[in-house]
């Protein structure tokens, strides 16, 4: 996922989640809740992963492995977004 190709913000996928869930569509919900968290992986908001894909995780009672060690999820994430990202862009200018 590229981010950065992503129009929706945290914040309209939580809140999307949020809608579906209250609706009782979990499928809808837990697609929003991933990309709330997927967003939040990438802005390195360890707590908002946290909350986002335990969301998702509560919605269908699918396990999330990025829940059992999110801080190391976030760091690694960080790392190949600084890496890989960065040399994408320089790529598309060259």
Partial sequence: MDPRKIET???QAADNAKRFEKDGD?????MWY???GGLSLYEGNVKKVIEYYGSAEKVT????LI??????AVAKAQEYYGK????AASA???
């Avoid at 979990?26 to 837990?30: G, V």
């Avoid at 829940?67 to 190391?72: A, G, H, R």
């Avoid at 890989?84 to 040399?87: A, G, K, N, P, R």
Wanted: aromatic share 8%; no cysteine; charged share 30%.
């Fill in 9 to 11: 913000t945290v914040k």
């Fill in 26 to 30: 979990s499928i809808s919900a837990r």
């Fill in 34 to 36: 991933e990309v709330a």
């Fill in 61 to 64: 009672g699918t396990k999330y």
């Fill in 67 to 72: 829940l059992k060690n999110p801080e190391k």
């Fill in 84 to 87: 890989y990202l960065t040399q």
């Fill in 92 to 94: 598309t200018k060259a």
